[in-house]
């Protein structure tokens, strides 16, 4: 059974720190895995999709890795800002409607 | 439409009440997700689309839950004699397959009295 967890369960930085989240997973075979922000009270917003063929993506500030053999992924933000402040869920898709999500790292960056 | 719409954002409702709550997914995915997500807690799954198959109800967690998906399109989730426990931001996800990301809505939330 695929188990997704995200370490830490939360973190606060001063602004411009660079940081890193993690996401475990405990099977490998996977056909891809996202990276979500979700601010207090609303829905989920998709900031990368790593396919199980690539390394990793980047968009803008944000750069996720991927190494399947491990079972792990990182979510690397550089010069957070205080708006970066958030909860940072990732999500393991094994093919179909099978996917798991991780309880989320809460991300506080401090002006 | 551009996103995953969903209405109502907000619902209070007496305990014992049913409610409808609506998903318009972007055109042409053929897949959709309900999600309740409780206060602090992670995504629970519900149930899931996938074009006209019959849907994966296993995440229901009860028979008060039923949801259904009409032409392919537009999804409605009903709770029945609603209890306070199902008090929850309710989230809807669509794919153009079951297997290339997820584009959540905004939610609704669900507040049981």
């Known amino acids: 059974k695929q188990e997704v967890t995200q370490i830490p369960a939360a973190l606060s930085v001063p602004e411009g720190e660079n940081l890193v989240l993690n996401c475990s997973f405990t099977d490998s075979a996977i056909y891809n895995l996202q990276w979500f922000r979700q601010d207090p009270g609303k829905g989920l917003t998709s900031l990368l999709l790593?396919?199980?063929?690539?390394r990793e993506q980047t968009s803008g500030r944000l750069n996720a890795s991927l190494d399947k053999s491990s079972g792990r992924s990182t979510l690397y933000i550089a010069a957070s800002q205080p708006g970066d402040s958030a909860t940072y869920l990732c999500a393991v898709n094994a093919g179909g409607f099978k996917t798991i999500f991780g309880a989320g790292t809460r991300l506080f960056v401090k002006a | 439409g551009a996103g995953v719409s969903q209405s109502p954002s907000n619902k209070v409702t007496e305990k014992g009440k049913d409610v409808e709550l609506r998903c318009d997914p972007i055109?042409?995915?053929?897949?959709l997700y309900w999600y309740r997500q409780s206060l602090g807690q992670g995504l629970e799954f519900l149930i899931y689309?996938?074009?006209?198959?019959?849907?994966?109800k296993s995440g229901l967690p009860s028979d008060r839950f039923s949801a259904e998906r009409t032409g392919g399109s537009v999804s409605t989730l009903t709770i029945q004699r609603t209890q306070q426990e199902d008090s929850a931001v309710y989230l809807c996800a669509s794919s153009p397959t079951g297997n290339y990301g997820y584009t959540f809505g905004s939610g609704t939330r669900l507040t049981v009295v």
């Open positions: 790593i396919q199980s063929s690539q």
């Open positions: 689309f996938q074009g006209n198959s019959a849907p994966d």
């Open positions: 055109s042409g995915h053929t897949a």
